[in-house]
């Protein structure tokens, strides 16, 4: 039996109108990208939303339009992707590292005030794998100090702490639409905000800094320019890619839940195996497990065609840019380092069958139980 890592159920009639947009010419400012914003708006029930053309440029546009600046630190999860990092470094901020909880790779209100200092301007917090942060100690913490929350959803479409969506307890939340994650258009991503100014900002930072959207120029071309901005926008058959997945997302999420639960029921039959305990807030980007003898499982798993992907094998604050630049110190990542050098993340994609979920625990419950 071979199993993928990752597949996406694209529909026909969505195949079709991405070819009409195509034919059309009209391939940016349509009519999909407002009705994308607008499904992803309600769906996250957040005031305001926005595409862009990655999760990465929706981080930096918000550390942007958040004030971070040359001579500010802005906290960053030591376990992450390296885009956490550069959105910050873009700025001219300093990124400065912190340690996180060992099972949930998140970062933690111990960890993030050991790393508080009087130059600490914002804080990234990444929803690892689709579990939330603990937003309560945190939020509360970094209001009484002044502290400007980012979060970065890249991995948590559908992600709830006490049943508000992940995204709208900062001052933006940023999505990816990678290949991998729970929706695609390719490359791409989405920036919610409750913050009329900072959807504002964002707004006009992502497209050149242009005062004025195509539909309210009087003849083409009649625009300013009031600010330095970039070209961080998604394109229209992109849009109608990701609406297409977001329409049907609520029974894709219900099916990854059912999923992750089958996992965490079979896992539980080994002590030998780490993971998190089974939650509905939780939207199963992948299922993370952890296992001491990595290596020798992947191996197993390639042999037998097995896909899967590790989130992530080393963490960004001893990756020579950043060990280099800051002298960052094994030490102060204790956990972090243990979780990269322990996780594997599993498939969870919606179509996956339960007998292929028993094969792959069935697999590694095998392999455990035998490893001396």
Not at 224 to 232: E, H, I, P, R, S
């Given at each position: 039996m071979k199993v993928k890592f990752s597949k996406k159920n694209i529909s026909n009639k969505c195949l079709s109108d991405i070819s009409k947009i195509i034919k059309s010419g009209w391939l940016t400012h349509g009519k999909y990208t407002k009705l994308f914003e607008e499904k992803f708006r309600k769906y996250t029930n957040s005031k305001y939303s926005l595409t862009v053309s990655s999760c990465t440029a929706g981080l930096h546009l918000s550390c942007i339009a958040a004030g971070f600046k040359h001579g500010d630190e802005i906290i960053v999860p030591a376990m992450t992707h390296t885009a956490t990092a550069h959105a910050v470094e873009y700025t001219g901020a300093k990124a400065v590292f912190c340690d996180v909880d060992l099972v949930s790779g998140n970062l933690t209100i111990d960890n993030l005030k050991?790393?508080?200092s009087k130059k600490t301007k914002g804080v990234i917090l990444v929803h690892m794998n689709g579990g939330p942060c603990d937003f309560e100690q945190i939020k509360t913490f970094c209001d009484k100090k002044k502290i400007k929350i980012i979060e970065d959803c890249a991995h948590a479409l559908g992600t709830k702490y006490k049943n508000k969506h992940?995204?709208?307890?900062?001052?933006?939340?940023?999505?990816?639409?990678?290949?991998?994650?729970?929706?695609?258009?390719?490359?791409?991503?989405?920036?919610?905000?409750?913050?009329?100014?900072f959807f504002k900002s964002i707004k006009k930072l992502k497209?050149?800094?242009i005062d004025k959207d195509i539909g309210e120029r009087k003849k083409p071309g009649e625009y300013?320019?009031?600010?330095?901005?970039?070209?961080?926008r998604m394109t229209d058959f992109q849009s109608c890619l990701g609406l297409d997945q977001l329409q049907s997302y609520k029974k894709s999420l219900g099916k990854r839940q059912k999923i992750a639960k089958r996992y965490y029921q079979n896992f539980c039959r080994s002590n030998k195996i780490g993971q998190l305990k089974f939650s509905k807030q939780n939207s199963y980007f992948i299922y993370p497990i952890f296992v001491k003898k990595r290596d020798k499982l992947i191996k197993l798993l390639n042999k037998i065609h097995i896909g899967f992907s590790i989130h992530?094998?080393?963490?960004?604050?001893?990756?020579?840019?950043y060990k280099n630049k800051y002298r960052n110190k094994k030490s102060d990542y204790t956990n972090a380092?243990?979780?990269a050098n322990t996780n594997i993340s599993l498939p969870v994609y919606p179509s996956l069958k339960n007998k292929e979920v028993d094969y792959i625990s069935k697999k590694i419950l095998t392999f455990i139980n035998n490893e001396k």
């Open positions: 050991k790393k508080i992940v995204g709208n307890f900062g001052l933006s939340g940023s999505f990816s639409f990678y290949p991998t994650k729970q929706i695609t258009t390719g490359e791409g991503g989405m920036i919610i905000t409750n913050n009329k100014n497209a050149f800094g300013d320019v009031k600010m330095l901005g970039f070209n961080y992530y094998p080393k963490i960004i604050p001893l990756m020579s840019y380092i243990n979780y």
